[in-house]
């Protein structure tokens, strides 16, 4: 007996800022093909970002932590994601553990992405490998490179490019309780230090929008090293606010969705808060702004000069480092010239 339906799955297995920005080829796979369920599978912890999508079939989230494969969790999920017999599935990624999967899920029709570096059977886990060196890399968005993955598919290479994150709406009386309506929210941190506007800096953009009166609440990650520079700058300005530490990810993303604007360097933060329609100020200067800066009218971005450190550094050792070339006065005109075009009650 046949299905009434056929069944596609999406597999994404890298940061979560990455898998915020892969929604809109997702979306648009979906679009496509209207009548087919589109499944999704993302690392347990990235599940908040997916959760909601009101497009979405259904939602998979695969156990993760470091040096531990609970294969005691890992094995049932497998085998759940094996009976729904899935017709195609899209690796957006192509790193071992999305190759891997996409094998042992078994869809009749495997697409992944094909690095160059990985183990030597990672291109034979797909039957449509797509070589990464084919992709266009330069000058173009990420969200436009998942679409090319996309293409063989008939996919649109015009779909839209918004991003999109919906958070938990039961979640919004205690967000409420974090961050009032309409205020900036400034996220200092990001993944590399490298990429992270100085405190000393942050200080200067405080002292201005306390004189203009506009409130600012100041956040940082969870780990010890991001929650040092909240510290810091909390000793250089004691009556600065500060977000307290959210208890997790899909309430952080209620409290992202309340900000009048939001401003950080290159990190996850940011393209949640561009897909739940809040205004961004993007400080980019290490990374490259034209393939992760969020797109559309309500998003600036604030570029540095160029990098000089590798892609691979986390740390930048550079005597002048290119993340201290943004001006206070850029991000200042950047930020009155958002609030202004795009004010919220508070």
Known sequence: MSRAARKNLCLLFKYLGDVAVAVPAMRALKESCPDEELHILVAEDALPIVRHLPWADRVWGLPRKRGNLQLGATLPLLAALRREQFDLSVDFVGNDR??????????????G????????????????GVPEREIPSVDIHESERHLALLSGLGVPQDSARTLEVHADPLLAGEAAGLLPSGTVLAHLSTSQPKKEWPVLFWRELYHRTRAAGIPLVFASGPSPREQALLSRLQDLEPDA????????????????????????????PLHFAAGLGVPTLALFAATDARRWAPLGAMHRC???????CSGHAHVCTHASPCIASLSVDSVWRNLTDLLTRFPKAT
């Open 302 to 308: 604030v570029k540095g000069t160029g990098c000089v």
């Open 98 to 111: 999305g190759a891997l999967l996409s094998r042992l899920i078994g869809a009749t029709d495997r697409i």
């Open 241 to 268: 606010s500060l977000l307290p530490k959210v208890r997790s990810l899909d309430l952080y993303l209620a409290v992202l969705a309340r900000a009048g604007v939001f401003i950080s360097g290159d990190t996850g």
């Open 113 to 128: 992405l094909v690095a160059e570096l990985g183990f030597w059977g990672r291109a034979r886990c797909y039957n449509r």
